[in-house]
Structure formats: structure tokens, C-alpha cells
């Protein structure tokens, strides 16, 4: 019997073989254990992912870069802006996180939501890598879903505390009008909420992230919420619920990609936001209820999550599942 209404995807091959980093490359497996150990999920809960194609990859990815990446031919900066040691292990891992978001892409559409336990590399561009991610899984998935004719719109809401430069950059055809959003926050910590000027594309970007961190030059999103530091639950949650409604007041998309970092939380080393674990579970609930009540499928993937305590990370993202569980329940 499964319990969950819908799948997760893992591979015991996501982890990423950087050595120590702060990147706990370990936390794929760790999360998968803690579900099945809790009985969140069961065995049968879980969809093994194939590596993505290379023509896949290239729906995104430079021919260039490829093969530069295939060959292990990055020059020494192309490897120090990656911030993760190259080796062709590696390759491999991320080609099969593209092959988890491509396998989870496909799943939301059919069951409403997936769940890759993985991916979110939303730092890659199409011609390089940079700050732990060498390929963005997540575009390579809408590019599939859109190839293969199964959608034509789609939404990233990306709640990393890194804003999702990669992301803005490959979509950077889809704009909105401009002018500031209303604010529904009589919080004195107002974030700096743009949004950009002209309109047309296909793919529709949300980032809410900390303003004062990495990347230091953000492109522009649809809608960029420049958060200042240490906001904490409330104010983070009626930001992100107000970025959700102008959006989707906008745009329809028929996919929406949550790249759900678990990096806003405040005792993490990356980070300098002040959301508490119950906040991020509160901030998963909001965004899987606005898609469960407009009937927009949501495919998830986990991003970063660097807390002082792995089990923290761990927490964080196995309630992202225990969240998608309650809101899609029945
Ligand atoms: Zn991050």
C-alpha cells in the first residue's frame, strides 16, 4: 500500500562527491532515511531517476560548456567560481539530478505534486556553473516538459535564501509590468520588491531571497522580493504570499517549480534570515495550498540548506514532504 498521494525521487547516487564542504552532500540520503524511518514514507513512495540525456542538458546548457564538463576541460577559474572540486563522479551526479527534476516535473502533472529529493540548482547558467551548482536541473525539466509538448507556461518560485540567478538569467524573456507590489506588510522591515519592466516569455520567475548575500549581481526575475537581513516568519510569509498572488494575478502558469531552500532558516551558516523550522513548514503549506486551490501542479526540489545541526537540514526538508502530504491529502 503507498501512503503518500504522490511520489518522491531519489537516487542513492545524488550525493555529490565534494569531500568536507559546507555543502552536506550527504543530506539526500539522510532525508530519504528520516522519511522512511518516521513513516512519512514508504519504499514504494519512491521513483528511482535515470540520469538526464545529453540532449536534455542542451535544452539549457551550451554545447560548449558540455563538453567542457564531459572532457574535464573547465579552466581553473570556471572550477573556483563552481566552489565544488570537479571530477567526472560529479558529472554524473548532476546529470542525474536533471534526470530526478525531469522525472518530477512529469510525476506533478500526473498526481498534482512531486517531490524530488534533490536538485534546485538554480546558480547554474547556461554557459557556466557557479556556487555548488553545475547544472540547472529545474530549467532542463520545463525545457523537456515544454519539448515534449506537455506544457507551455510554466512558474519558478524560488524561496532559497540565495536569489536564483541561474534561473533569471536562461528565463530572462519573461517580464511583467513594473511598478512596485501593494504592499499588504505594515512590517517597518520592507523588503525592495522589483519587478521588471516588459513583457513576454514562457517561463515566469519568483525569488525571494536575502538582498545582503551571494549572489552579489542578480539578474533580474519576474519578481524579485530583496528581503532584508534577519526578517523573520511572519514578515517572510506575507511577502511570500503577496509575491505568490501578484504572480499568478499575471501569469498562469501550468507548472510551478518550488526550488524549496531550506537556507532562510536562522541557524544557518549561508544565511541571514531568522525563519524558524515551523516558519519553513508554514512557508511550504502556503505555496502547496495557493497551487492546490488553483489546480496548478507543483514539482519541488530541495536547493541549499547549510544549518550548524545536518538534522536541522534534514527536518527542513522532510517537512517540506510532511507539508505536500497535508495540504494534498484527499
Ligand atoms: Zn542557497
Given at each position: 500500500m503507498t501512503m503518500l498521494p504522490f511520489k518522491l525521487v531519489y537516487s542513492?547516487?545524488?550525493?555529490?562527491?565534494?569531500?568536507?564542504?559546507?555543502?552536506?552532500?550527504?543530506k539526500y540520503e539522510r532525508v530519504h532515511n528520516r522519511l522512511i524511518e518516521t513513516g512519512v514514507?514508504?519504499?514504494?513512495d519512491f521513483l528511482t531517476p535515470q540520469p538526464a540525456s545529453d540532449e536534455d542538458i542542451l535544452l539549457v546548457h551550451t554545447p560548449l560548456y558540455v563538453q567542457k564538463l564531459k572532457t574535464g576541460t573547465l579552466s581553473p577559474r570556471e572550477e573556483l567560481e563552481l566552489e565544488i572540486p570537479y571530477s567526472p563522479e560529479l558529472v554524473r551526479a548532476f546529470w542525474l539530478a536533471a534526470g530526478g527534476s525531469i522525472l518530477a516535473a512529469d510525476r506533478a502533472l500526473k498526481d498534482r505534486v512531486a517531490v524530488n529529493?534533490?536538485?534546485?540548482?538554480?546558480?547554474?547558467?547556461p554557459d557556466h556553473g557557479e556556487g555548488f551548482c553545475m547544472i540547472h536541473d529545474v530549467a532542463v525539466a520545463i525545457r523537456r516538459m515544454q519539448r515534449d509538448h506537455k506544457i507551455t507556461r510554466a512558474m519558478t518560485v524560488d524561496c532559497d535564501v540565495h536569489q536564483g540567478n541561474g534561473t533569471a538569467a536562461i528565463f530572462a524573456g519573461t517580464r511583467i509590468p513594473g511598478g512596485p507590489l501593494p504592499?499588504?506588510?505594515?512590517?517597518?522591515?520592507s523588503p525592495a520588491v522589483t519587478t521588471r519592466s516588459s513583457h513576454t516569455g514562457d517561463v515566469f520567475t519568483i525569488s525571494l531571497h536575502?538582498?545582503?548575500?551571494?549572489?552579489v549581481s542578480k539578474p533580474p526575475s519576474s519578481?524579485?522580493?530583496n528581503l532584508p537581513d534577519g526578517i523573520g516568519d511572519d514578515d517572510y510569509l506575507a511577502w511570500l504570499d503577496n509575491a505568490l498572488s501578484s504572480g499568478l494575478r499575471q501569469f498562469e502558469p501550468e507548472l510551478i517549480c518550488y526550488?524549496?531552500?531550506?537556507?532562510?532558516?536562522?541557524?544557518?551558516?549561508?544565511g541571514g534570515l531568522a525563519l524558524t523550522i515551523e516558519g519553513l513548514k508554514r512557508r511550504d503549506e502556503l505555496l502547496f495550498r495557493v497551487a492546490r486551490t488553483r489546480s496548478i501542479p507543483v514539482m519541488v526540489t530541495y536547493a541549499g540548506g547549510y544549518a550548524q545541526r545536518l538534522e536541522d537540514t534534514v527536518t527542513i526538508h522532510s517537512n517540506t514532504v510532511i507539508a505536500a502530504r497535508e495540504v494534498f491529502a484527499g
Open positions: 542513492d547516487d545524488y550525493y555529490l562527491p565534494i569531500g568536507a564542504h559546507v555543502f552536506p552532500a550527504e514514507a514508504e519504499v514504494s529529493l534533490g536538485g534546485g540548482f538554480h546558480h547554474a547558467f504592499s499588504t506588510s505594515a512590517s517597518v522591515l536575502q538582498e545582503n548575500n551571494y549572489p519578481i524579485d522580493v526550488i524549496a531552500g531550506a537556507d532562510p532558516y536562522r541557524e544557518d551558516q549561508l
